[in-house]
């Protein structure tokens, strides 16, 4: 791990441990934590040079960024948000198969039928912001061009699409291409996790611009020597023998 990700991480944490946040900031520093969590994990597959698990965890953290600017811009929203999650919570139980478990279980699906019953008819399959993907995206902030230069490419491969191995109609691993995706995605990751934190000190008026400012030229600074090995991963991207990054 590089030093600039023990200062994210860390910087991360110096806000999910602020003290007597109101309801609203502290959903918002859970999902800072899961954020958090899952850029560790991005940060632990790219350094093994797994690119595909990489990306796949792009996605992921792409995701909840999302989520949680949107919910730290919209505290209006944040009884939507808890809807949702207790729908998805009340939902797993009915599905799960292990006999003990489910008679053990019997008695709470019984009990939570009518409110399983109302959230199932208030979100459907819907988002919990009910906002299409580019919307949400937008409403995030993130740059127009987002979705198709990052967000489309992560998703084909969190989703295990053709595309991943699929070029001039030929299917087939790429492992040196697949090896070389693991530089773009961790610097994203780092991007993300510095653009979220912007936002959360906009929104909650933490007064850590400065701190964040430091952060955003640490991670430009270990960034900008990689771009060449960003750009030869595009290459490789579309070459059937892809060079090896430099």
Same mark, same amino acid.
């Given at each position: 791990?590089?030093?600039?990700?023990?200062? $994210?991480?860390?910087?991360?944490?110096?806000?999910?441990?602020?003290?007597?946040?109101?309801?609203?900031?502290?959903?918002?520093?859970?999902?800072?934590?899961?954020? /958090?969590? %899952?850029?560790?994990?991005?940060?632990?597959?790219?350094?093994?040079? &797994?690119?595909?698990?990489?990306?796949?965890?792009?996605?992921?953290?792409?995701? $909840?960024?999302?989520?949680? %600017? $949107?919910?730290?811009?919209?505290?209006?929203?944040?009884?939507?948000?808890?809807?949702?999650?207790?729908?998805?919570?009340?939902?797993? $139980?009915?599905?799960?198969?292990?006999? #003990?478990? /489910?008679?053990?279980?019997?008695?709470?699906? /019984?009990?939570?039928? /009518?409110?399983?019953?109302?959230?199932?008819?208030?979100? &459907?399959?819907?988002?919990?912001?009910?906002?299409?993907?580019?919307?949400? !995206?937008?409403?995030?902030?993130?740059?127009?061009?987002?979705?198709?230069?990052?967000?489309?490419?992560?998703?084909?491969?969190?989703?295990?699409?053709?595309?991943?191995?699929?070029?001039?109609?030929?299917?087939?691993?790429?492992?040196?291409?697949?090896?070389?995706?693991?530089?773009?995605?961790? &610097?994203?990751?780092? !991007?993300?996790?510095?653009?979220?934190?912007?936002?959360?000190?906009? #929104?909650?008026?933490?007064?850590?611009?400065?701190?964040?400012?430091?952060?955003?030229?640490?991670?430009?600074?270990?960034? &900008?020597?990689?771009?060449?090995?960003?750009?030869?991963?595009?290459?490789?991207?579309?070459?059937? #023998?892809?060079?090896?990054?430099?």
């Amino acid at each position: 791990m590089f030093t600039v990700d023990k200062k $994210i991480v860390e910087f991360i944490d110096s806000i999910t441990e602020k003290k007597d946040p109101t309801e609203h900031f502290e959903a918002v520093q859970a999902q800072l934590a899961f954020a /958090k969590n %899952i850029f560790l994990g991005l940060i632990c597959v790219c350094a093994e040079k &797994n690119g595909l698990a990489g990306e796949s965890l792009v996605r992921t953290l792409f995701e $909840i960024a999302t989520n949680t %600017i $949107i919910l730290a811009k919209h505290p209006d929203r944040l009884a939507q948000f808890a809807r949702h999650g207790r729908l998805t919570e009340l939902r797993m $139980i009915r599905f799960i198969e292990q006999p #003990e478990l /489910k008679e053990r279980l019997a008695d709470v699906i /019984k009990a939570t039928d /009518k409110e399983f019953q109302d959230l199932w008819e208030e979100f &459907n399959e819907r988002p919990w912001h009910n906002l299409k993907t580019k919307d949400a !995206l937008a409403d995030a902030e993130f740059e127009a061009g987002m979705y198709d230069r990052y967000f489309r490419r992560a998703s084909a491969i969190a989703h295990g699409q053709p595309y991943v191995t699929v070029r001039e109609g030929k299917v087939a691993a790429r492992p040196i291409a697949w090896s070389n995706l693991s530089v773009g995605a961790a &610097n994203l990751g780092r !991007l993300l996790m510095v653009f979220l934190a912007q936002i959360v000190n906009r #929104e909650f008026h933490l007064n850590l611009n400065v701190e964040i400012e430091k952060l955003d030229t640490d991670v430009h600074a270990l960034i &900008n020597p990689h771009k060449k090995a960003i750009l030869n991963a595009v290459d490789a991207e579309h070459k059937a #023998e892809p060079a090896t990054p430099v």
